[in-house]
């Protein structure tokens, strides 16, 4: 035990040694940079050449100085963080392979005060030939001094930015100059190494450049779809423990968002490093841009399906029918809130003025409002069914005793009604808010009332008897009402004595009813048989009387009209 604990502090003493010789060697070392001063060619050159030094010592946040010294005032804005960084490396690349920098020969305060209206001076200009075409270069400083900031300002001048590119690959095949240091990367020793005719130019980009773009895009290809195989598995086994079941289709329809932003991005990183032109660099960030945005509304829209998948699967389980109209209208507000997100992320991705078509919509707002008032009624409308709860979805439901129908979906603008001859009504949430909805859906009770009709020679007894039995069969009825039903002969029809059978079901929807009332039914018709109660249906009973000459006993020969009023006269004065 001593002897672990004596390595123990020997080893946290070696340690701690070596971080402190580390701190010393540091402290000795600083890397210093000139103040920023940009008021004549020789400071903003000499600024330029101590943080580039720096930044090939192994100081990475020096050339985000370097780069403040570049007018960069035509370059996108997109692209001018990346374009900067790789101007200034190809800059001081070029000077190092051009000649040592004398810091002296360059103008100062004193040049620039003695030609005060001098707004250029060239540092080296040349005629160069590549790819057996001649291009002018340069490396200059142009005098960026405006109205608001009359100060002298030097930066290398935009004509430098555009052709470095093009210098540098020709100045390259020169030596290092003396007393200079040297600039060294991954990439710059990766360029080397590549055949010469790889920085040929074809059709827009160098030859190593298309290179780049076809492995780039394979490259992303293969780890986009790799990725996008882990999410559906994913997404299968998080759906699969909440019980639901989804079809591959719908399952690639999940996993394509993501597969569009893993793929931007991975473009938006590769596309930095084959140092293309600043104005293609500059279509294809933006278009990258643009691409992942679209990619991340599109994600946010499927994940509001998914997400409403499993509160529907949650909502089918629950006995609270009003989540079956909650989700459809949440589902609908969360996408169009994703829609009118993304209209504005993408506008502002595609550099629109967002802020001015904003202000414009406020200012149209008072015309649309008034042109959509039918839509914003419809709006209103969804909101009163979604509070007062009129009806779910599934309920059965009689509007203005016009429209009768199954609730089959409730949307921000309209409701849909599954009529019983199956065609689909949709209705106008507005209209909702002042009609009068019967929902038989609602009922406790479900009533049936029917006559049964029996025999007219049925003895009274056994009539008696048989509205008995089927009081006790409602009594026993696993879903009848128990305190209100009424079974009492009611009536003298053409053909039958009616009893009058009023009883309510306790069901929760139609179906259910249906099966009841035929149960019901069946109980009574068992019943009938037994006690051996005929059931009667409408009869006719025709009287045939033979003979062509009838006579008809007790009718006066004559049949006048005064003669029959006479006899009838007589007859009935018997009665009374």
Not at 176 to 185: F, I, N, P
Not at 383 to 389: E, G, I, K, M, S
């Amino acid at each position: 035990m001593k002897f672990t604990t004596h390595k123990m502090a020997l080893l946290f003493s070696i340690l701690t040694l070596f971080l402190f010789t580390q701190a010393e060697l540091l402290a000795e070392k600083p890397l210093t940079y000139p103040s920023r001063d940009f008021s004549s060619p020789r400071s903003t050159f000499n600024y330029f050449l101590k943080t580039m030094k720096g930044y090939k010592l192994g100081d990475k946040d020096a050339i985000d100085l370097a780069v403040r010294t570049l007018n960069l005032k035509s370059i996108p804005r997109d692209a001018k963080t990346l374009v900067g960084e790789q101007n200034a490396v190809k800059l001081i690349n070029t000077l190092d392979h051009l000649e040592y920098v004398d810091i002296e020969t360059i103008p100062g305060s004193d040049w620039v005060e003695s030609n005060p209206n001098k707004k250029t001076w060239v540092y080296k200009a040349e005629t160069i030939e590549w790819n057996k075409e001649t291009y002018n270069v340069e490396i200059s400083l142009e005098n960026t001094a405006t109205e608001k900031q009359p100060a002298p300002r030097w930066l290398f001048s935009e004509k430098t930015m555009e052709t470095i590119s093009l210098y540098e690959r020709v100045v390259k095949k020169n030596d290092l100059a003396k007393g200079v240091t040297a600039y060294s990367s991954w990439k710059e020793n990766l360029k080397n190494q590549m055949p010469e005719w790889t920085a040929h130019q074809s059709f827009i980009l160098m030859n190593g450049q298309w290179m780049g773009l076809f492995a780039l895009i394979l490259l992303a290809y293969i780890i986009e779809r790799i990725i996008r195989l882990y999410l559906a598995k994913l997404i299968v086994h998080f759906l699969a423990k909440s019980g639901i079941q989804i079809s591959s289709e719908l399952n690639r329809k999940f996993t394509l968002p993501m597969g569009i932003i893993l793929f931007t991005a991975m473009w938006t990183l590769g596309v930095q490093l084959l140092e293309l032109d600043y104005q293609v660099l500059s279509w294809f960030l933006k278009g990258a841009k643009v691409a992942f945005t679209f990619g991340c509304v599109l994600a946010f829209y499927q994940l509001v399906d998914l997400l409403c998948l499993y509160l529907e699967k949650k909502a089918q389980i629950s006995e609270n029918k009003f989540d079956d109209i909650l989700v459809p209208l949440v589902r609908k507000s969360l996408k169009t809130f994703v829609v009118a997100v993304g209209i504005i992320a993408v506008g502002d991705a595609l550099s629109l003025d967002m802020k001015g078509l904003l202000a414009g919509m406020g200012i149209a707002g008072l015309g649309v409002s008034l042109a959509a008032k039918d839509t914003i009624s419809n709006l209103f409308g969804s909101l009163t069914v979604l509070l007062d709860r009129p009806f779910r979805i599934g309920d059965w439901v009689n509007i203005d005793n016009g429209i009768e129908g199954t609730v089959e979906e409730v949307g921000l603008r309209s409701c849909r009604i599954r009529t019983f001859y199956n065609s689909l009504i949709t209705i106008p949430n507005g209209m909702l808010t002042n009609a009068h909805i019967d929902n038989y859906g609602m009922r406790q009770f479900r009533r049936y009332t029917t006559n049964l009709g029996v025999q007219y020679d049925t003895p009274v007894e056994k009539i008696e008897a048989f509205c008995e039995g089927i009081r006790e069969i409602i009594r026993k009825h696993p879903h009848t009402r128990k305190d209100y039903y009424h079974v009492y002969l009611n009536g003298l029809g053409a053909s039958s004595l009616n009893i009058l059978l009023y009883v309510f079901f306790i069901t929760p929807d139609w179906a259910d009813e249906l099966k009841e009332r035929h149960r019901l039914i069946m109980d009574i018709l068992r019943l009938g048989k037994e006690m051996g109660i005929q059931f009667a249906f409408p009869t006719q009973t025709l009287h045939m009387i033979p003979g062509e000459n009838t006579k008809y006993d007790g009718l006066p020969p004559d049949l006048s009209a005064e003669r029959i009023q006479n006899y009838t006269s007589e007859k009935v004065e018997r009665l009374f």
